[in-house]
């Protein structure tokens, strides 16, 4: 997959598209992204630089929770626009200070390539650090969700792993996820398409009806 088979008619990659593939140096070597964790699903975040202190409890919070990503199946890959010197020593700094560990891959960005190519540079908000953006990319490599945040304001982890685990759930289901939904949570059946459906519905006793367009179920 080339660079150029991507992003046709528009600047950043959205919702649906092919991730754009990429080449980058990380603190875990060099990466071809087409071929990164294979199987697997892939949260990639960016940060909008090294040694600042929003940032910092950013990627511990990933790397706290390593852990629940491992079980979900899913890689963490992080990014700034900062060399890998850079990387390695903020990765030992935080080590040194917290005890935590950054054993994830984190792009070292510098000529900021893959910023660009998914949209991370906003000039608005800065022409040189990339927002605080979470890509969250499917086995085959497709654009699920994508979340974006300010420079000065911190994602919460909760919702990032909440979101990761409704995707999946939806895709192993077949069904959507209501309003503040979490494991365990009652699930949304989609909606029927014919009066057949509708009447077949509204007999099924073994769903939480509000009405035939609104029923839920537990998994």
Known sequence: MENSEINVGHSMPRIGDNAPNFKAKTTKG????????????????SHPADFTPVCT???SGFAIRKDEFTALNTELLGLSIDSIHSHLAWVNN???KTGVYFDFPIIADIDMKV??????LQPNESETAAVRAVF???PKKKIRLIMYYPLNVGRNMDEILRSL?????????????????????????PPPK???EMNDRMAD???EKVDFYLAKKSI
């Not at 060099?30 to 975040?45: C, G, R, T, Y």
């Open 30 to 45: 060099a990466i071809q992204f087409s071929d990164f964790a294979p199987d697997k699903w892939v949260v990639l975040f």
């Open 115 to 120: 910023s660009k190519l998914y949209g991370m």
């Open 165 to 189: 685990e409704a995707l999946q759930i939806s895709d192993e289901n077949g069904v959507a996820m209501p309003l503040d939904w979490k494991k365990g949570d009652k699930v949304i059946v």
């Open 194 to 196: 014919t009066l057949d």
């Open 94 to 96: 935080v080590r040194e």
């Open 57 to 59: 409890t950013e990627m």
């Open 205 to 207: 006793n073994s769903l």
């Open 136 to 138: 969250f990319i499917d």
